[in-house]
Structure formats: structure tokens, C-alpha cells
């Protein structure tokens, strides 16, 4: 029999039971895949097709980063005032025709690297609008009380792409030439729109304020984020891992393959294995969140990680490649654990029609530090060398866990479900009150 959350709920299962959500992780595990094959391809046209240095293809990832710190606290509004099924299906098309304009424009001798940065920036800006609309739409698929089993799908989903994706968008680039390879990524858009369409359920429509400006409507998701002390600890947290980890992530291939001498393929599969293990992280998340408590869990969670960390400046030639190579696919498990049991959290705890805003606040905040830490990063790299930016983000990261001890979370083993819900660990003081 149909649920309203759309489909048959078949306990068997779980939560691909329900029609409407296997579109969506069908459709997303598709576009994941082709889009890992753009993250090789994109620089590859420059620097074959258009001769392009260097520091002209670092470009391609600057536009595209820059579009969270240019739309990302609107896109969240935006997406409030529209059908979240419809923005989907528009940011599916809008990237598909996008990329789809680099391979036609180099069949006609026109590609150029101006026309790149432009598909770089307009990629990443529907990507933003597709982010808050997708993790806005997901409760309405499932609900709350399989939130954490949708999550930990879509993440295994991603964990796949990552693992799966750079293997095969490399021999892809060989045997296509990278503008082909590109098209790939360009079919797997509308192969995501193609199922996002098959959604049966529609949402609720929500009562409209007569007040519509768009500052207000912005302040209002900063006001939800910053207001409540939960999801202000796990926010704030959250932006340290990524303006760390970002740093990390400027200098870590540079080390690899300068310092230590690792091959092209041998970095390859040391990644090809984190993928892996945030397979495994996806799939231990509900698990672990059952046996330890949502709180505990998300702080074990980023202080482990954060230590393991610690190794990653270490790394040299010999066994303490190994080390790296375990201690860096154990910190991805760790990471995607804490990604679904906060996600989870967020999506549970905001009213449908803050989902947006509040979606596109925490996307400003967290993923804006991912330009900043790359140019630290890269900066230190530069004056320094590789390894002491490595120790810098390695370090830096440790405090992540602070946000999330000041807000009790090791405290709280169910996180609250509602705006207006009191901490757990507030609970006693309240009633002295």
C-alpha cells in the first residue's frame, strides 16, 4: 500500500522501498559517478586541448568554489520560494547543457579558456541551488524516522562515485579524449533529471508571507543556524574540518607525489581506498549511531578523524606510506559517519519551510571555507613547504571537536527533533528553573 512519503514501504528493504526515494539515489548515484569524471576531464581540455599553465587550470577550481561564496546564503532563500522537485530537475538540465557546451564548442575549433571558467562558475552555482534543494527534499521523501538510513545511502552512493569514478574517468580521458569525456558527465545530468521526474509525491505548499524580501528571508535561516546552540556547535565544527581540511587537500597530492615519489597510479589507489572506506562508514553510521548515541557518536567521530590526522605530515618513503594509506581511509569513514548523523540532524530539526535557507546557511559557512584553506594552504606551501602546511591543518583540525564539547553534545544521546526542544543535557536545569 502507498505511504505518504511516496511508494510502498517495503520493510524488507528499508528505505529503498519507497518509490520516490530510489528515483532520487538512482538519479544522484548516476550524476555522482559522471561528475568525477569532469573533476579529471574539466582541467585535462585545458591543458591539452587549450595549452593552458599551471596556474590557468587552479582557476577552474577557484570559479567554481568562488560560487558558494557568491550565491550560497540566496540560493538557500530561493529554493524556499520554489518547488524543491522542480529546482532539481532545472539544475539537472542547466549543468547537462553546460558541459554539454564544452565538447560542441571544441568540435568547432571556438573552446575557450574564458568559456571554461564560465562552465566552471555556472556548474558550481547550480550545484549550490541543487545541494539545498536536495537535502531540503529528502524528509519529504522518507520522513524522520528513516532519515538516517536515507542519508547513509545517499552517502554510500557518493562513496562509490569517489572510489569508482577517477579509475574510470581516467581511462575514459584515454580512450574518448577529455572533451568527449566530458559529454559523459553531461548524459549523466539528464540521466539524473530523467529519474527526479518520476517522483510521484509533491510537497505540501507552505502558507506564503506577505514580506517576500529577500534579506529578511536570509536572515532568517542565519537566525535558525546561529540561534540554536545544537546546530551552531555542529556547524562551527563542521567549517573547521572543512577550513582544514581544505588546506590539507591543496598540499597532500604535492607531498605524495614530490616528497615521497609516489606514482600517478599509486596516489591513485591510496584514494581509490578511502573511497572504500567511506563505503564502510556509510554503512556502519546507523549502527553506530544506535550503539553510542547521536551526540557521543559525532564527537568520537571528528576526534578521531582529527587524530588521525596527525599522520598525514609523517608520511615518507617505505611503511609509512601504509600508514597514511589506513590512517587516511579510516579518518574518511569517521568523516562520512559524522556527515549522515548530522545531516540527519539538521533535516529533522528544520521546519519544511526553513529547509533552504537553513540547507544554504550551512553549505555558506562550511563549504565557503574551502577557498580560504586552499589558498592558505597553498600559500603555505609556497613560502614554507608542503609538510609544514600539512602540520598546520593537521593541527588546526584538533580543534574541531571544541564546538561540539561546549554545545554538550557527549551528553546528548538523541539530539532534539524540534526547534524548541531543550538540549538534553539542559534538561535538569530547566526543571530547576
Same mark, same amino acid.
Given at each position: 500500500m502507498?505511504?505518504?512519503?511516496?511508494?510502498?514501504?517495503v %520493510?524488507?528493504?528499508?528505505?529503498l522501498?519507497?518509490?520516490?526515494?530510489?528515483?532520487?539515489?538512482?538519479?544522484?548515484?548516476?550524476s555522482?559517478?559522471?561528475?568525477t569524471?569532469? *573533476?579529471?576531464?574539466?582541467?585535462?581540455?585545458?591543458?591539452?586541448a587549450?595549452?593552458?599553465?599551471?596556474g590557468?587550470?587552479?582557476?577552474?577550481?577557484v570559479?567554481?568554489?568562488?560560487?558558494?561564496?557568491?550565491v550560497?546564503?540566496p540560493?538557500?532563500?530561493?529554493v524556499?520560494?520554489?518547488?524543491?522537485?522542480?529546482?532539481?530537475?532545472?539544475?539537472?538540465?542547466?549543468?547537462?547543457?553546460?558541459?554539454?557546451?564544452?565538447?560542441?564548442?571544441? *568540435?568547432?575549433?571556438?573552446?575557450?579558456?574564458?568559456?571554461l571558467?564560465g562552465?566552471?562558475?555556472?556548474?558550481?552555482i547550480?550545484?549550490?541551488?541543487?545541494?539545498?534543494?536536495y537535502?531540503s527534499y529528502?524528509?519529504t521523501l522518507?520522513?524522520?524516522?528513516?532519515?538516517?538510513?536515507? &542519508?547513509?545511502?545517499l552517502e554510500?552512493?557518493?562513496?562509490v562515485? &569517489?572510489?569508482a569514478?577517477?579509475?574510470?574517468?581516467?581511462l575514459?580521458?584515454?580512450?574518448?579524449?577529455?572533451p568527449?569525456?566530458?559529454?559523459?558527465?553531461?548524459?549523466?545530468?539528464v540521466a539524473?533529471?530523467a529519474?527526479?521526474?518520476?517522483?510521484?509525491?509533491?510537497?505540501?505548499?507552505?502558507p506564503?508571507?506577505?514580506?517576500?524580501?529577500?534579506?529578511?528571508e536570509?536572515?532568517?535561516?542565519l537566525r535558525?543556524?546561529v540561534?540554536h546552540?545544537?546546530?551552531?556547535?555542529i556547524? *562551527?565544527?563542521t567549517?573547521?574540518l572543512?577550513?582544514?581540511g581544505?588546506?590539507?587537500?591543496?598540499?597532500v597530492?604535492?607531498l605524495?607525489?614530490?616528497?615521497?615519489?609516489l606514482?600517478?597510479?599509486?596516489?591513485g589507489?591510496?584514494f581509490g581506498?578511502?573511497?572504500?572506506?567511506?563505503?564502510?562508514?556509510a554503512?556502519?553510521?546507523?549502527?553506530v549511531t544506535?550503539r553510542?548515541?547521536?551526540?557521543?557518536a559525532?564527537?568520537?567521530? !571528528?576526534a578521531?578523524?582529527?587524530?588521525?590526522?596527525?599522520?598525514?605530515?609523517?608520511?615518507?618513503?617505505?611503511?609509512?606510506?601504509?600508514?597514511f594509506a589506513v590512517?587516511?581511509?579510516?579518518g574518511?569513514?569517521?568523516?562520512? !559517519?559524522?556527515r549522515?548523523i548530522?545531516?540527519?540532524?539538521?533535516?529533522?530539526l528544520?521546519?519544511?519551510?526553513?529547509?533552504?535557507?537553513? &540547507?544554504?546557511?550551512?553549505?555558506?559557512?562550511?563549504?565557503?571555507?574551502?577557498?580560504?584553506g586552499?589558498?592558505v594552504?597553498t600559500?603555505?606551501?609556497?613560502?614554507?613547504?608542503p609538510? %609544514?602546511?600539512?602540520w598546520v591543518?593537521?593541527c588546526?583540525?584538533?580543534?574541531?571537536v571544541?564546538?561540539?564539547?561546549l554545545a554538550?553534545l557527549?551528553?546528548?544521546?538523541a539530539?532534539?527533533?524540534?526547534?524548541?526542544?531543550?538540549?538534553a543535557?539542559?534538561?535538569p536545569e530547566?526543571?530547576?528553573?
Amino acid at each position: 500500500m502507498p505511504d505518504r512519503h511516496g511508494g510502498t514501504a517495503v %520493510t524488507v528493504r528499508g528505505v529503498l522501498g519507497r518509490h520516490d526515494f530510489r528515483q532520487l539515489w538512482i538519479g544522484d548515484g548516476i550524476s555522482r559517478l559522471g561528475s568525477t569524471v569532469s *573533476m579529471l576531464a574539466l582541467p585535462l581540455v585545458a591543458l591539452n586541448a587549450l595549452e593552458a599553465g599551471a596556474g590557468e587550470v587552479g582557476l577552474l577550481t577557484v570559479f567554481e568554489s568562488l560560487a558558494y561564496l557568491l550565491v550560497g546564503l540566496p540560493a538557500g532563500a530561493w529554493v524556499d520560494r520554489l518547488p524543491r522537485r522542480a529546482v532539481l530537475l532545472a539544475a539537472d538540465l542547466g549543468r547537462a547543457a553546460l558541459l554539454g557546451s564544452v565538447p560542441a564548442a571544441w *568540435m568547432l575549433d571556438v573552446l575557450t579558456l574564458a568559456q571554461l571558467y564560465g562552465v566552471a562558475l555556472g556548474v558550481g552555482i547550480l550545484s549550490i541551488f541543487h545541494g539545498a534543494a536536495y537535502q531540503s527534499y529528502v524528509p519529504t521523501l522518507v520522513g524522520k524516522e528513516q532519515l538516517v538510513e536515507a &542519508n547513509a545511502r545517499l552517502e554510500a552512493s557518493n562513496a562509490v562515485a &569517489n572510489w569508482a569514478g577517477p579509475g574510470a574517468g581516467g581511462l575514459l580521458v584515454q580512450w574518448l579524449s577529455a572533451p568527449f569525456a566530458v559529454v559523459l558527465d553531461a548524459l549523466s545530468f539528464v540521466a539524473s533529471a530523467a529519474f527526479i521526474g518520476r517522483i510521484r509525491a509533491r510537497e505540501a505548499r507552505t502558507p506564503v508571507s506577505t514580506d517576500r524580501r529577500l534579506g529578511r528571508e536570509i536572515r532568517e535561516g542565519l537566525r535558525f543556524v546561529v540561534g540554536h546552540p545544537v546546530l551552531r556547535g555542529i556547524t *562551527m565544527s563542521t567549517a573547521i574540518l572543512s577550513l582544514f581540511g581544505s588546506m590539507s587537500g591543496s598540499m597532500v597530492i604535492v607531498l605524495l607525489s614530490t616528497d615521497v615519489g609516489l606514482s600517478a597510479g599509486s596516489i591513485g589507489l591510496v584514494f581509490g581506498a578511502a573511497g572504500a572506506a567511506g563505503l564502510a562508514g556509510a554503512a556502519l553510521a546507523p549502527k553506530v549511531t544506535a550503539r553510542l548515541g547521536q551526540g557521543p557518536a559525532l564527537v568520537t567521530a !571528528v576526534a578521531v578523524s582529527a587524530l588521525l590526522g596527525l599522520v598525514t605530515p609523517t608520511v615518507r618513503e617505505g611503511w609509512l606510506v601504509w600508514c597514511f594509506a589506513v590512517s587516511n581511509s579510516l579518518g574518511i569513514a569517521c568523516a562520512v !559517519v559524522y556527515r549522515i548523523i548530522q545531516v540527519s540532524f539538521r533535516q529533522r530539526l528544520c521546519p519544511p519551510e526553513l529547509r533552504g535557507r537553513v &540547507n544554504g546557511t550551512v553549505r555558506f559557512l562550511v563549504w565557503g571555507m574551502m577557498p580560504i584553506g586552499g589558498a592558505v594552504g597553498t600559500g603555505l606551501g609556497a613560502a614554507c613547504s608542503p609538510r %609544514t602546511a600539512l602540520w598546520v591543518a593537521a593541527c588546526g583540525a584538533l580543534t574541531a571537536v571544541l564546538p561540539l564539547l561546549l554545545a554538550g553534545l557527549p551528553r546528548m544521546r538523541a539530539l532534539p527533533d524540534d526547534r524548541n526542544d531543550r538540549p538534553a543535557a539542559d534538561a535538569p536545569e530547566a526543571a530547576a528553573a
